[in-house]
């Protein structure tokens, strides 16, 4: 008997706009059992967004808006179209990291609404070097954020498939751990993609990101035995950063 339920790919892409977006698509609740398996196109929703900012930039440029302006409002496009989740998983995974004294206080203060000292700093400091980066690539602006954006996701993915839930409950745990082939595929494409907007410049940038995420995942080991959507977000951000700041040295 014939169904009328979409093709496998676009529900995957649905499933995981409706996870890293805030973009209004509505999904019934059976579509989330696949929150895990979508990950493999974690980095082409990377890719969209960064181009959607890409797109805002040079609109802004075409009007005589200065360079500058443009890239900070690219950023602020790309904080707008995520609701500001990754940024919010960085300030709270370091207030609760060094804020903490032992992991049950850690996993309390990650998920406290307020912001500590350690958020401002981590948000500022993250937010100070992503403009700084984005400016200084000049022309090449547009491509270096594009695979930056597809990188950090796929490495949000390894993160996912290489730690376990450090909580029983909350959005991770919810859309549950990729398998490595999941990882893989993601990680495929993401590279696929900086190459080809970046050409070689992709591979330091990739070298750099897999230390910081490497060193990420082991400090969340360590504070918290696992990982939060929190940790997920903040290793979007120290992974973004670190390729763009890599390729801002390459390109």
């Known amino acids: 008997m014939r169904t009328n339920r979409p093709p496998a790919l676009l529900r995957d892409l649905a499933v995981a706009l409706s996870l890293l977006t805030r973009l209004p698509i509505h999904l019934p609740t059976t579509a989330y059992t696949r929150g895990a ?77 307020r912001i500590g000292a350690y958020g401002v700093i981590a948000l500022i400091l993250g937010l100070g070097l992503r403009a700084m980066a984005l400016i200084s690539l000049g022309i090449s602006m547009i491509p270096a954020l594009m695979a930056a954006a597809a990188l950090s996701r796929a490495a949000m993915v390894v993160t996912m498939a290489a730690l376990p839930h450090a909580r029983a409950d909350g959005l991770a745990h919810a859309t549950g751990r990729p398998t490595a ?57 120290i992974s973004e950063i670190t390729a763009l700041v890599a390729l801002s040295a390459a390109l």
């Open 37 to 113: 398996q979508s990950a493999w196109c974690w980095p082409l929703i990377g890719l969209l967004l960064a181009g959607l900012a890409g797109f805002v930039a040079t609109t802004c440029q075409a009007i005589g808006i200065a360079y500058e302006i443009s890239t900070l409002l690219a950023l602020l496009t790309l904080i707008i179209l995520t609701g500001a989740m990754h940024e919010d998983g960085l300030a709270d995974m370091t207030d609760g990291f060094w804020g903490g004294h032992d992991r049950a206080r850690r996993l309390a203060i990650m998920r406290d609404s």
């Open 181 to 237: 082939r999941t990882a893989a595929t993601a990680c495929i494409i993401a590279l696929a993609a900086a190459i080809l907007l970046t050409g070689r410049a992709a591979l330091p940038a990739l070298l750099a990101m897999a230390i910081t995420t490497a060193i990420a995942m082991q400090i969340a080991r360590k504070k918290i035995g696992g990982q939060t959507g929190d940790v997920l977000g903040a290793t979007q951000q």
